[in-house]
T-cell receptor, first 111, second 116 residues
């Protein structure tokens, strides 16, 4: 069974600060997705990373896939209250249909 | 922007009753999924569906569950005899096999099922 552990589980920081959340596994994934989920809603896809070492930027969000494709990080620069939410990583493998979701990081940005 | 839509948004049912959760995936997508999220827990895979048949299912997806694509647009999840532990948020998702980026899945807003 492949598992994805996210850390920290909860993070509360002031507006304008930088932060990094992590997604780690002992297993290799073909690709890894990051989602954001608001209360009572479905996960919304932010980005997909496929290549080991890949870095993708989405405005103030920077996503990195580890060289061995076992881990990933999400870095947010100058956090804003609109960044508040539950951040989920999810891994998948070619030839296997399912997404394996991580445990989630609940981020709160204090104005 | 295309989106996955789910109905109803909330469903309350009595234990032992049958429920059908409905989804309209993104129109040009080929893979369809159901996931569930029990309150405060991880999102869990239930089943995937491709080419009019189940392609993968989890241990959760036992004989009480079934999926169907009755026409060209709808995708349904049926729970035959609901149990209290089936209470959860159920998410439908779809993906485009041709994306080339593995299984990028786009999720619906979810159906909150409460079994009483």
């Amino acid at each position: 069974t492949q598992l994805l552990e996210q850390s920290p589980q909860f993070l509360s920081i002031q507006e304008g600060e930088n932060l990094t959340v992590y997604c780690n596994s002992s297993s290799v994934f073909s690709s890894l997705q990051w989602y954001r989920q608001e209360p009572g809603e479905g996960p919304v896809l932010l980005v997909t990373v496929v290549t080991g070492g890949e870095v993708k930027k989405l405005k103030r969000l920077t996503f990195q896939f580890g060289d061995a494709r076992k881990d990933s990080s999400l870095h947010i620069t100058a956090a804003q209250p609109g960044d508040t939410g539950l951040y989920l990583c999810a891994g998948s493998n070619f030839g296997n249909e399912k997404l394996t979701f991580g445990t989630g990081t609940r981020l709160t940005i204090i104005p | 922007e295309p989106e996955v839509t789910q109905t109803p948004s909330h469903q309350v049912t009595q234990m032992g009753q049958e429920v059908i959760l409905r989804c309209v995936p993104i129109s040009n997508h080929l893979y369809f999924y159901w996931y569930r999220q029990i309150l405060g827990q991880k999102v869990e895979f239930l089943v995937s569906f491709y080419n009019n048949e189940i392609s993968e299912k989890s241990e959760i997806f036992d004989d009480q569950f079934s999926v169907e694509r009755p026409d060209g647009s709808n995708f349904t999840l049926k729970i035959r005899s609901t149990k209290l532990e089936d209470s959860a948020m159920y998410f439908c998702a779809s993906s485009d096999y041709e994306s080339g980026y593995g299984r990028e899945a786009f999720f619906g807003q979810g159906t909150r099922l409460t079994v009483v």
